[in-house]
Each structure stands twice: as structure tokens, then as C-alpha cells.
């Protein structure tokens, strides 16, 4: 057998599972393998050659690699990532002839039990003084995220209302979320009361409480309102559009007033709270259809924030892919990753659903998947949105003078994989169809999608 050349053995490194990571004696990341995108979302080509300081702390929690720098000892530590991956990592310094601290190598598992009886070598747990959560951190890269969690820094501490708009599933709840726990009220209640959820005859019940045997069928010792739960915190109304258009007067004068009386009340209670409302309609055209009042509409939009689409923040796509497959591993207790060519198909979905259809498919494909990667043939079929098929509908040869016929050859040949693979959804399906080996039809999709 021949030895291993360098390239080859990086490659076969490249393919752990596990993170291997190696700093020289100044913080600087010399290698890192490919299980850095499940981790942190980066790649190997922008983490190599960057200082641990460009992600300490946002990247990861309790910092691990300047407790081996100072004390030269062997270092296990269980931590969290950005993309919610609860890891555990090993860190063994490497000496030069003078026994200083010449390179530090890092493995990084994920989950793995504390078992002590397994313990190789004899490791020092560093101190967890960071205490860094990542529980409700917004997962992103997309710039124009970026401008949406500035626009929502800036208005944390003002008690004015903020209307948070955008489609299903983009994830205005967890910007309602980051606002609490950003402001001055984040030691208070948080009480989210989804408008469209609740019975339009008990809505206003629900929001203001009621006073002991104000209608038929009411608690006997009355009841508190959501209102005044969220007294000293945030009140999110959520689908504020499905709000009775009767109660919306009552509304209006609750977050001017800051007090409301409860059905069967003729005293009011007042209340300090900041209203976050969220909707996924068209505000201002209800207002002209007379379906929603323009007083409470503007008095709601005093500041608005737009979530984008997941479409239009392509960038975020896979770094949420990786964070809920962190999750759902976690959860299900498996060790699923994702191929190339998966992750191809999944930058290239529209995702109609947004962040909320996109959670749905990793936790699906996290529990139906028996092998370890996920292949192309595990996805459900509607992933499957090449762009090319009315393209594929034309049957005539075309001669194009600026290509030659390999490269025409090779035009033709990737509809017909494209077209194969969006049919039946299968390597060993498209070789049978084909009449080629299940090897080479998995070539060809790394070929043409990678």
C-alpha cells in the first residue's frame, strides 16, 4: 500500500465527523477540518490563517484556549456554539525543545458523555466564567438581518409601540423576543397572545380580564387579563390583523392610556407595559378595505420593522441548517450532517415557508434518515425546484456557435441528470434509469451542483 501523500491525508481529515482544529503559539488557526461549517457556520478557507480572538466568545462559549496557553496542561470542556451545537472539546498543547507551548491541537465531538471511566489523559476543566447563552441568539449573516437587529437595538428602550411585519415563519416572534431581552424590562413578563388563535367572543376577556360573574359561563372569582400580566414587561400581539374590528377602539385607548377595564368593570386598572403587535397582512390595505381602524394602525407603527424573507437572506440559509440539525441531533440523539450536494439544493429552495418550514424539514430529515449524511434522495420531493424545467420541455438540438461539442455535450448531459434526479429523487434509481453505476450518477450530481 502506498504512504499517504499530504494532500490525501488532509482530505481524509476534511471527512471526520469530528472538528480538528490546530493553532500555532499566537492564537493563530494554522488547520482547521470541514466540520467547522456544522459548528460555526464558517468555512475551513475563512477560518484558516484568522485569529482565535475573531470569534471568542460570539463563536463559541467558555474559552478554552488561553487556559492552555498559561498553564500548558491537557484541556476538556464542554461548550455551546453560535449554531447551537453542544460540543465537547479536547485541547492538547504540543511543545518545542525549550517545552513551551508550540502548537495547541484541538478534537471537538458533539454530545458526548461525560464518562470519566473513558478518560485517556489527565485533563484540567476550565472555569465557566463566561456563561454565554445562545438560547435565543439570532442566527445570521445577512446584511440585511444585520440592519433589522440595529433598527431593533435602537428602539429596545423606548416604550412607544413597534409593529413587526413580514411573511409566515420569518421569525417575528424572536425579534419580539431579542427586544425583551435587550431592554430594561427583560426581568419582567414576556406575554405573547396570538390573536388569530383565540376566539374572536372571548378575545377581549382574554386581553383585559374579567370581574367575577360578568357573563354566563365566567370563573366565579373572575379572572386577570393578559394585559396585566405583562404589567412592567412586553405585550406581544401576535396576528394583530385578526384583532374583532368592535375591540379595536378599546385597544387603541389601552396603549395611549396605558389602562383598560376588565368586561364588567367600571374601574380602571392601569398597567406599564410596551406593545410589540406582528402580522404577517397588509395593515394599510385593510385600512382603505375598512377592515382595520387608521387611528390604531398608526398609533401601532410608530416604529416598524420588516423581516425579510429567508429567500432574500440566502446567505442565513445554510447557517440555520446547520443550526437546527445541531438541534434535532441533539434532541433525537443522532449525527446526521449534510452532503454537498444536499446543501446545494437546499441554497437553492425558495422556501416559501420561510425559517419555520425550514426547522420542520431539518427535524423531519433528522428522524426519517437511518444513514449518518444526508444524501439528496432522503429530501422530500417539492425541495426539488430546478430551475431549468421549462427548459427541459424543448426537445430541439440547438447549435450554438460559441460552444464546442464537448461543452454542448455537457449542456445536455446536465439537464438530463437534473431532469433524473428531480423524477426519482435517488442515486440507485437514476443509475437503473440511466443505465449507469450508482457511483458515476453521484458523480455527476457533485459535477453539475456542487
Partial sequence: MNDLNYQEFISLIDELYDEIVVYDNNYKIIYINKACERHYGKTKQEMMGSSFFDYAEEYWSTSVLPYVYKTKKAVKQTQETKLGAKILTIAIPIFDEENEVEYVAMS??????????????????????????????????????????????QIVNVDAPCLITGESGVGKTLIGKYIHEHSSRKNNSFVHINCAAISKDIVESELFGYTKGSFTGANRAGKKGLASEADGGILFLDEISEIPYKLQAKLLQFIQEKKFYPVGSTKPISVDVKIIAATNKDLKKMVEMGSFREDLYYRLNVFEINMPPLRERKEDILLLCDFYLN????????????SEEVKYILNNYSWKGNIRELANIMERLTVVTKDIEIKPWHLPKHLYELQVKEELKCTEIKIDDGKNLTEMLEEYEKKIVERAYEEFNSSRKVSEKLGISQTKASRLFRKYFK
Avoid: G
Fill in 108 to 153: 471537538v465531538r458533539d454530545d458526548i458523555p461525560d464518562d470519566e471511566s473513558q478518560d485517556v489523559f489527565i485533563f484540567d476543566k476550565v472555569k465557566d466564567t463566561a456563561n454565554i447563552k445562545f438560547e435565543n441568539k439570532i442566527i445570521t449573516s445577512s446584511s440585511k438581518m444585520e440592519k433589522v437587529l440595529h433598527l431593533a437595538d
Fill in 327 to 338: 438541534k434535532y441531533n441533539q434532541k433525537y440523539n443522532k449525527t446526521h450532517r449534510l
